[in-house]
């Protein structure tokens, strides 16, 4: 039996798409192996979204290639955002690899393509379950448009049994993904919205939780919002990107909102959804970024106090709009000072939001064990470590809270789950 393995860097779509690319070579007859060196195929699932991904993946393909050279008969693929429409001078840079495959694609040169994507056999308890591909949005620094192409939307019927048939498989919570999920179904034939399919999931028996990401500010509706605040099954928790929090700098991006929209656009998330849990990205030291700008977007993160914040510094991708109008100008130990302000604000405004669920009981999703200690999650996305005797994983246990620190929280069983 060959044996494959599968090297992800990324974001949640990449490992979606490893998860389910392993599904597939497994239907093949390939088994899994955690080394690369014991390998008959090796699959690089690669991510170029910034400088460090990029720079990751080549020193992993740089590092293949004494391997692929002792070994000629191992089978080296690529697929992920770097593989663009350019072949011949990846092919050219990289010649020890012998296939490229788009990002969400098939490896066709194995055989006839299948339904694609492949659902997990075995699910974990927690699913990532991709409902569209590609994004319209264009925004100037972002590559992922050119290598994943225009919006493309499966239909909810292929969804809901999809997910359906996970849940007979044993996942208890999944998370739609999309590079714009909000925008997904304007291009099917009934143009039906994420609310829509919220609710047919909402009705799947045995589904425990629905999760949803990464929305885009402009394409939140009301509809989607009372969604999150009506349907039982969908978590309290929203991944709103703002990238920055002032105004010109947002235009330069791309991004068709004002900080000022981004504002009464949390305040109504806010009104409407009970203890709600949000999650944004930021991108510090993009081209002419003063210090008074920056400061307007540690103004929106002080204000808004958000339990999640995702921070990167600049770095221009060849292809983006930004790469080729705008100087990269922000010296890179400036953008390290921004970044680093962003860290430090974040992680006193969660120690103080976590502080305040100490002594509470929480409803956690147990994912798996880690060294000692079961580990899981609330509706709210908090991470929350417990000890427990016998087999918890894919359970809902009430925990209570005895320990809280910026970035888990740590609590006991309560008695009525034993």
Request: proline share 5%; net charge negative.
């Amino acid at each position: 039996m060959p044996n494959y393995h599968i090297w992800t860097i990324g974001c949640q779509m990449n490992k979606s798409e490893s998860e389910r690319l392993g599904g597939y070579l497994e239907q093949l007859g390939f088994q899994a192996v955690a080394a690369a060196e014991q390998a008959d195929l090796i699959v690089l699932n690669s991510c170029v979204v910034r400088q460090s991904a990029e720079n990751r993946v080549i020193n992993k393909l740089s590092a293949l290639r004494s391997l692929k050279s002792l070994r000629p008969d191992l089978t080296l693929a690529v697929t992920g955002c770097l593989v663009n429409s350019h072949l011949g001078q990846l092919k050219q840079k990289f010649p020890h690899v012998d296939y490229f495959f788009e990002p969400g694609g098939c490896p066709q040169w194995l055989g006839e393509a299948p339904s694609w994507p492949v659902a997990p056999e075995h699910p974990a308890p927690s699913v990532f379950v991709p409902i569209m591909q590609g994004c319209n949005n264009f925004c100037t620094y972002c590559i992922v448009p050119y290598r994943r192409g225009r919006e493309r939307s499966r239909p909810v019927t292929e969804l809901v049994a999809e997910v359906s048939a996970l849940v007979c498989r044993g996942a208890r919570e999944v998370t739609l993904l999309g590079q714009n999920v909000d925008s997904y179904g304007h291009d099917l034939p009934e143009q039906p919205d994420l609310a829509d399919l919220l609710h047919e999931l909402n009705n799947i028996d045995g589904l425990a939780r629905i999760r949803f990401l990464t929305s885009h500010p402009k394409d939140m509706t009301t509809k989607l919002i009372d969604a999150v605040a009506t349907l039982d099954k969908v978590c309290e928790h929203i991944s709103l990107p703002l990238q920055a929090g002032d105004d010109d700098i947002l235009k330069l991006m791309g991004r068709d909102y004002t900080a000022e929209k981004y504002r009464r656009l949390i305040a109504e998330i806010r009104d409407s959804v009970s203890d709600v849990a949000l999650s944004t990205d930021i991108i510090v030291g993009f081209p002419g970024e003063t210090e008074e700008q920056f400061e307007h977007t540690i103004d929106v993160l002080a204000e808004t106090g958000f339990d999640t914040v995702h921070v990167a510094a600049y770095s221009p991708r060849q292809g983006t709009i930004a790469a080729r109008e705008l100087e990269d100008n922000i010296p890179p130990q400036e953008k390290r000072r921004r970044l680093d302000k962003v860290e430090q604000l974040q992680e006193n405004v969660v120690a103080e939001i976590n502080q305040r669920l100490l002594g509470q009981t929480l409803e956690v999703l147990v994912e798996g064990k880690k060294e000692d200690k079961w580990q899981g999650r609330t509706r709210t996305g908090k991470l929350v470590f417990f000890s427990g005797e016998g087999d918890c994983r894919g359970q809902l246990v009430q925990i209570y809270i005895e320990k809280a620190s910026p970035w888990s929280l740590q609590g006991s069983i309560e008695a009525n789950n034993k």
